[in-house]
């Protein structure tokens, strides 16, 4: 067996805000998750596990905020005009914009929001 890449992990500080922000985003996240300690979704083959800071101290034994952008996570939008609507509700909900949709050179029609813990998250559409 190779290895394969089957769960990318989320600090958060406050677990039902991030799960707000990642439901946006088209995660199904039940509401009932919202007061867990540690959540993990499946969204077509990879895991999103999100951690309270408490449950990663436990794991990593302490556990300090990342300074930085050190890792992308970027969601596929079905169109442009999907990227521009999902974009201006983010905006409404009234999270944190890193970069407004622009054309970018490479064809591609690209944003960057932060979600509630400071991770920029790109949006893109072809």
Not at 14 to 39: I, Q, T
Not at 61 to 88: I, M, N, T, Y
Not at 95 to 108: K, L, N, S, T
Request: a negative charge.
């Amino acid at each position: 067996m190779g290895i394969k890449l089957d769960m990318v992990g989320i600090v958060v500080e406050d677990m039902k805000r991030a799960l707000d922000f990642y439901r946006l985003l088209g995660l199904n996240v039940p509401e009932s998750m919202n007061g867990e300690a540690h959540v993990e979704v499946d969204d077509g083959g990879v895991r999103f596990a999100f951690d309270t800071v408490e449950v990663a101290e436990s794991v990593y034994g302490e556990w300090k905020p990342a300074s930085g952008h050190r890792v992308e996570l970027a969601f596929l939008c079905g169109s442009r005009q999907a990227l521009d609507s999902l974009f201006e509700d983010i905006v409404k909900q009234g999270y944190v914009i890193h970069r407004d949709p622009w054309d970018a050179a490479w064809g591609q029609r690209y944003a960057i929001v932060v979600d509630p813990d400071g991770n920029l998250i790109s949006l893109f559409a072809s």
